[in-house]
């Protein structure tokens, strides 16, 4: 019996496209900004909620943002 699945961010989605919309720039060019090797179709899939990015990339998208990954992944807080 392994753990429970843990719950998802229900706010994340809409957080990553605030920042992405925030910075001014594309899905493509927001590709770039986090280093990916995939296309903008990733970043749509995170701001769709149909993908989650990982640790890493949550990372770089707090860092763009200038906030912490609290912010990011806890439903409770609201990006500043």
């Known amino acids: 019996m392994g753990k429970p699945p843990r719950e998802k961010p229900k706010r994340l989605a809409r957080k990553l496209l605030a920042i992405r919309n925030g910075l001014g720039v594309s899905q493509t060019e927001m590709a770039k900004l986090l280093k990916l090797k995939k296309t903008y179709t990733v970043i749509s899939s995170y701001e769709r909620g149909t993908g989650e990015p990982n ?16 912010a990011l992944i806890d439903d409770k807080l609201d990006l500043p």
């Open 55 to 70: 640790l890493l990339i949550l990372l770089r998208y707090a860092r763009l943002a200038r906030v912490s990954t609290d």
